[in-house]
């Protein structure tokens, strides 16, 4: 259990999301990230030399990724520190956050800026050197797409990860429960867009990116989004023959940043928007869940950090999931015996996409801002990532 680090309350922000090859797809990731994270300190007042420490989350390679971190560091505004780059596929954003909050409990860091960034569209083509292949041909490896299509361990695409999850969900699973869910998020992410986007403004910070070379164009809502129905989700078939999910109930590619200030707790008083509201990170847990069974992970990840702050799943108000495809929440829900459509309020990685690194950083802002509505308490964000990994992490708000 944590005991000293700290988010200010208001002290992050997450970009728009854009469908991959939409409205971001021109702009490198760090550049991106870092211009717009030195635009919202600066609407903030906060000075980028407060900072003592900086770490990057991203997943998808891209050009001086080598220096990554250290030039995002610069861009930002404080070429002094140093910083670390994380990337571990879905779960970046939170694994990110809590390496800065265990800097925190040890004292190795006092202030640390948590910048979350990808850009699925345009992923890399590599080109590997192979002597011995025949003729000395290279091996070559679409980034994104070979990466999502298959797992060097597991030997499957991640679509038959989450047949493979549908198949152990205890009383069965249907793909009409699967259309049912995840139409109950899309009425939950629409909660988010009512009163003119009022709750996505808590948090939400416009992006500028690049229209052409000489005009720059300002993205300041999620880019993208499907429109569903009942009628819409019953018309589609099973990508998987004898399976339950479509491309209805699975998330898509998308592109963006966010960034998370993890801090003291005295700190996080000075920066918060509202001092009377503390954010207090608390736990966290991860796991591995057997080969192909990725949407398994987010229960013994949320076990674990449930376990470490002392607590269960019924002292949890709200409740954020990283959920590439609707089984993972309806296997979660079964397993800890809660109700599948009071999870995710206000939006969720099914819905709005992933972009991968900054995918966690947004829903643990929503979590918080959902919770401070609801009047403080206990809140859980949990999530599945690629090689059948998860991550938990329980937050405390209060005031």
């Known amino acids: 259990m944590y005991t000293k680090s700290f988010i200010p309350y208001g002290g992050y922000y997450s970009s728009p ?37 900086l770490i990057l989350g991203k997943t998808v390679t891209q050009r001086h990724t080598f220096y990554c971190a250290q030039w995002a560091a610069a861009l930002i505004g404080n070429p002094d520190i140093s910083a670390l780059y994380i990337s571990q596929a879905c779960t970046t954003s939170v694994t990110a956050i809590n390496q800065a909050a265990l800097g925190i409990e040890c004292g190795l860091y006092s202030n640390v800026y948590c910048l979350m960034t990808d850009r699925v569209s345009n992923g890399p083509h590599i080109i590997w050197p192979n002597p011995l292949g025949q003729g000395g041909q290279v091996v070559v490896e679409n980034w994104v797409l070979d990466n999502f299509n298959f797992d060097p361990w597991g030997q499957k695409p ?71 129905t009942k009628e819409g989700l019953a018309n589609l078939k099973p990508l998987i023959p004898g399976g339950v999910l479509t491309y209805g109930s699975q998330t898509h590619p998308a592109d963006g940043n966010c960034g998370v200030i993890v801090t003291t707790r005295e700190k996080a008083r000075e920066l918060s928007s509202d001092p009377k509201i503390e954010v207090q990170i608390i736990s966290y847990g991860y796991a591995r869940a057997p080969k192909a069974h990725m949407g398994m992970a987010p229960v013994p990840a949320a076990q674990m950090a449930l376990a470490k702050a002392g607590l269960t799943i019924k002292d949890i108000k709200a409740i954020k999931t990283h959920n590439p495809f609707i089984v993972n929440d309806i296997y979660f829900a079964r397993e800890f015996e809660i109700d599948v459509m009071e999870m995710n309020n206000y939006g969720s990685s099914i819905v709005f996409g992933h972009p991968q690194g900054p995918t966690a950083g947004r829903l643990i802002i929503e979590l918080i801002e959902e919770m401070v509505m609801l009047g403080g308490g206990y809140g859980m964000f949990t999530g599945c990532a690629a090689g059948d990994t998860g991550a938990a992490m329980i937050l405390k708000i209060s005031g």
């Open 17 to 53: 999301f854009a469908r991959w090859q939409g409205s971001l797809q021109n702009d490198h990731p760090v550049e991106l990230a870092a211009a717009t994270a030195k635009r919202w300190l600066g609407t903030k007042n906060f000075d980028p030399k407060m900072f003592d420490y």
């Open 158 to 228: 991640m679509i038959e990860t989450a047949e493979n999850v549908a198949r152990l969900i205890k009383g069965g699973v249907t793909k009409e429960y699967c259309d049912e869910v995840t139409l109950r998020r899309y009425e939950q992410y629409a909660d988010a867009l009512a009163n003119d986007r009022a709750f996505q403004k808590r948090y939400m910070f416009p992006v500028e990116y690049k229209k052409s070379k000489k005009e720059v164009g300002i993205l300041e809502s999620d880019e993208g989004i499907t429109s569903t």
